[in-house]
C-alpha cells in the first residue's frame, strides 16, 4: 500500500490538513493580532484541505474495492 501514489497524496492531504488545523489551534491560542487578522481564513483553508483530503480517501478505497 505504501507503494500506492493515490494512498500516499491522500496521506499527504491528512498532513495539510493537520498543519492547517494546528496553525489555526496555534493562533488561537495566542490570540493578538494574528488571530484576528487570519482566524477566519485559516480555518476556510482547513475546510477545502479536508474536503480534497476526504475526495481522496474515498476514491482510494473506491477504485481499491474495484469501483
Known sequence: MLSDPLFLLAGAA????????????????????????HANRIMRYRIAAQFVAILLILLFVWLRRGG
Open 14 to 37: 491528512v498532513l495539510v490538513v493537520l498543519f492547517i488545523l494546528l496553525t489555526g489551534i496555534g493562533g488561537f491560542g495566542r490570540g493578538g493580532a494574528f488571530n484576528r487578522k
